[in-house]
C-alpha cells in the first residue's frame, strides 16, 4: 500500500489554520448545552473525546445538561402522557418524576464518557430556581425558572479542573424540586460565568434561513428577525436563537448553534474560520460600523498616513466618497481609528478587502484583526466564495494573523490584474476562500 492511501483527509494548509485560533481560547469559558437527543446518539463518544482535547487546551468547560428526547421515550415506555416536555409549559407531578429520572439517567451518561475519557465531572447544584407560578391564569406547578446561579461554586470547580454538569431539575430556596428550561439554564451560566461561547449541540444542522443556510449572523439581524418574522426561523430552533440574543445581550459575544451529530464537528466549529454550524455574533464587534458620509475626512486622513509609506495605494476624498458604501469603520469614543472597505468584484464571487488602516496609536491592539474579520463574516454573509487582499507591506499581517494563502495575480479577475499590473506597486495578493 502506498502511504499516501493512509494519510489523513486534512490539508497542511487547514493544519495551520486551525492551530492559529487554538492559543485564542486559553483560560476561556465555554458553556455546552447538549441537547438530550445528543446524549443518546453515536457520535456522543467522539463530544466526548472533543471536549477531552478542549480541556487539554485549558478551556474552561461547563456542561447543560437537556433532557426532551429521553423524557420522551421515558414517557412512552412507562405509558404517561406528559404535561411538559422542555420546562415550557406546566410540570405536572407525573412529568416531574420521569424528569428527575431523566436528569438523572442523562447525568449518569455524561459522567460515565466523561470519566471513561479521564476527565474529572460533578453534578453541580449550583442554580436556585424560583417557581414559574401562575402565567396568564395558569398554574406552572413544578415549573421553574432561574433565579439564582452559584458562579463561585462553578468557578471553584473549573479551576480546580472538574467540569461541572448542571442539570435542568434544579431547587427553589426552601428545596422544592423544579423543572427549567435547559436553553434558558444555558444562557444564564454563560452571563454568570461571562462566558466566551455558549455551544448548543443540537440534532438540527443550525439555521437555514430564507432557504440558505447560514454560518454566521449578527445578533441584531436575528433579534429583527424575531420580531417581524420568527416563522422565518426554524420551530426547532427557535428557542435557542431566542436564547442565543439573551445570552449575547448578557454579555457572551458569541452563540453556536450546531449539529452535535457530526464527528469532529465541535472542534471544527471552534477552531476553524468557518465551522460546521451557525454562529450568532454580538459586541466583540460592536465598535465597527458601516462608513456614513460624514467618516470620509476620518477614512482619508487614517488611510493617508500608510500612503506616506506606501503601505496602501492613493485614493481620493472623492474617490472614497464614491466608495463610501464599502467601507467600515472602528470607533472608540466616538472617533474613528480604523478603516476598511469590502469590494465585490462584479461579475464574481470574489470581494477585495481593501484599504485596511489603523491610526499607528492604536496598531498592535487586534484592531486590524477585528476590521479584516469582520469583512470576511460580512463577505460570507453575501455568499462570496473568497476575497483577496493587495499588499506590499502586511503579507505577515494578512497570512499569519488573518489565515490568508499568498496567491497570485491570476487568482484577479482581468480588469483587476490590470489595474493591478499598470499600478506598478507590485503588491503581493493573498487570498482567502470562505
Ligand atoms: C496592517 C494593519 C492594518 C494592522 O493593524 P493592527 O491593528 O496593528 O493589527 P492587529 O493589532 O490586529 O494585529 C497585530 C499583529 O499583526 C502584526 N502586524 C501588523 N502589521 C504587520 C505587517 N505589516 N506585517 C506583518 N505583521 C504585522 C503585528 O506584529 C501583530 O502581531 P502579534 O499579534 O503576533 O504581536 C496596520 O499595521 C496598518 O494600518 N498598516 C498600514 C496599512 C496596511 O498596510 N494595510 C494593509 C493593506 S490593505
Partial sequence: MHFDDQAPDIKPTDLRGILRYVPQWRGHVFVIALDGAIVRDENFANILLDLAVL????????????????????????GVTLSDLRGEAPVDDATLDLA????????????????????????????????????????????????????????ELIDAEIVPLVPVIVFGRDGRTLRVNSDALASELSHALQA???????????????????????????????ETEPEA?????????????????????????????????????????VGVGTMVYGN????????RRFDIHAIHAITRNAVRTDALRYRTRSAIEKEIDRFFVYEIDDSVIGCAALVPYPGTEIGEIASVSVQPFYQNRGVGRKLVDFAILEAEQRGMQAVVALTTQSVAFFRDLCGFEEGSPSDLPPERRQIHEKSGRNSRVLVKRL
Avoid: W
Avoid at 55 to 78: C, D, F, K, M, Y
Avoid at 141 to 147: A, L, Q, Y
Avoid at 284 to 291: S, T, W
Fill in 55 to 78: 480541556r487539554s487546551l485549558h478551556i474552561r468547560i461547563v456542561i447543560v445538561l437537556g433532557i426532551g428526547t429521553p423524557l420522551q421515550e421515558l414517557a412512552a415506555a412507562r
Fill in 100 to 155: 428527575v429520572e431523566a436528569a438523572a439517567r442523562v447525568s449518569h451518561e455524561v459522567m460515565r464518557g466523561l470519566t471513561a475519557n479521564g476527565l474529572k465531572c460533578v453534578a453541580a447544584n449550583a442554580v436556585r430556581a424560583a417557581e414559574a407560578g401562575i402565567l396568564k391564569g395558569v398554574d406552572q406547578m413544578h415549573r421553574g425558572k432561574v433565579d439564582k446561579v452559584d458562579a463561585a461554586l462553578l468557578r
Fill in 196 to 226: 466566551s461561547k455558549l455551544i448548543f449541540l443540537t440534532p438540527y444542522p443550525g439555521l437555514h434561513l430564507s432557504g440558505r443556510f447560514v454560518t454566521n449572523i449578527k445578533v441584531e439581524a436575528v433579534r429583527d428577525m424575531l
Fill in 233 to 273: 426561523i426554524d420551530e426547532a430552533l427557535r428557542s435557542k436563537v431566542r436564547h442565543a440574543v439573551r445570552t449575547i445581550e448578557g454579555g457572551t459575544p458569541r452563540v453556536h448553534i450546531m449539529d452535535g451529530r457530526i464527528s469532529e464537528g465541535l472542534l471544527t466549529e471552534i477552531f476553524s474560520k
Fill in 284 to 291: 466583540e464587534y460592536q465598535q465597527i460600523r458601516r462608513a
